[in-house]
């Protein structure tokens, strides 16, 4: 079963640095999308970076410039490196995958647990 997990979540004061990982484990064949989402307390998730098989990367407005998304294709992880972070940041931070498993005939989209990023001021 595929199963995605994230880690690197913490309690950081405003304008440090945080950097995410999301490793992707199970009976993988095909990765085709990697994105980084976000949910607030009280407020809808939203889409922080998204990146394609073709290694584009888009950032949300609130993150440009400051957020850096990347992949490591051999171990089937992305990380989201995170810089001059506000309270605004603070979120349970989600990966999403576009994963074709071993065995099945179409990519489908999975979702990993979240990890905790809280930005002090």
């Known amino acids: 079963q595929v199963q995605l997990v994230e880690s690197g979540g913490a309690l950081v004061q405003a304008g440090g640095s945080l950097r995410l990982s999301c490793a992707a484990s199970?009976?993988?064949?095909?990765?085709?999308?990697w994105r980084w989402y976000r949910q607030a307390p009280a407020k809808q998730r939203e889409l922080v970076a998204s990146?394609?098989?073709?290694?584009?990367?888009n950032y949300a407005d609130a993150v440009k410039g400051r957020f850096t998304a990347s992949r490591d294709n051999a171990k089937n992880t992305v990380f989201l490196l995170m810089n001059s972070l506000k309270p605004d940041d603070t979120a349970v931070y989600y990966c999403?995958?576009?994963?074709?498993?071993?065995?099945?005939?179409?990519?489908?989209?999975?979702w990993g647990q979240g990890t905790q990023v809280t930005v002090s001021s």
């Open positions: 199970g009976r993988i064949f095909s990765i085709s999308a």
């Open positions: 990146m394609t098989g073709a290694s584009i990367t």
């Open positions: 999403n995958a576009d994963i074709w498993e071993v065995g099945s005939t179409r990519f489908q989209g999975y």
